[in-house]
């Protein structure tokens, strides 16, 4: 038992330390990149005065979801958040977050130009 406590706290550790060595993605990273996709304006839009930022551009409008704010910002920054709090699920959305390469935004942009062909 005191080996598998051991393990486990070696691979927790490695990950803390992995996750520490990840830049955070910033709300003007993503929001340009969503502005470079070809249908930028399904994906950013205002609407009864507030900002939206839709994540179907990358999990598609099966699993897509809108996010609001009172800013532009405010919306890329929701959907940042759900982006990583979904990065392990074992769902769809888990399974396209990850097979994207996000937080990585380059390779990101390139699995969106991937799957538009």
Not at 25 to 30: A, D, L
Not at 47 to 75: I, M, P, Q, R
Not at 82 to 97: A, F, M, T, V
């Amino acid at each position: 038992m005191l080996i598998k406590q051991t393990k486990y706290k070696i691979m927790k550790q490695t990950k803390i330390e992995y996750s520490k060595k990840i830049k955070k993605v910033k709300p003007k990273e993503i929001i340009g990149l969503i502005k470079t996709l070809p249908d930028a304006d399904e994906h950013i839009f205002i609407h009864n005065n507030k900002y939206y930022v839709t994540d179907e551009w990358l999990v598609g409008t099966f699993a897509g979801s809108a996010f609001e704010g009172d800013t532009l910002e405010k919306a890329a920054k929701a959907l940042i958040e759900y982006l990583y709090k979904h990065i392990e699920h074992d769902s769809i959305i888990g399974d396209y977050i990850r097979k994207s390469g996000f937080p990585d935004l380059k390779k990101v942009r390139r699995y969106c130009a991937l799957s538009k062909k």
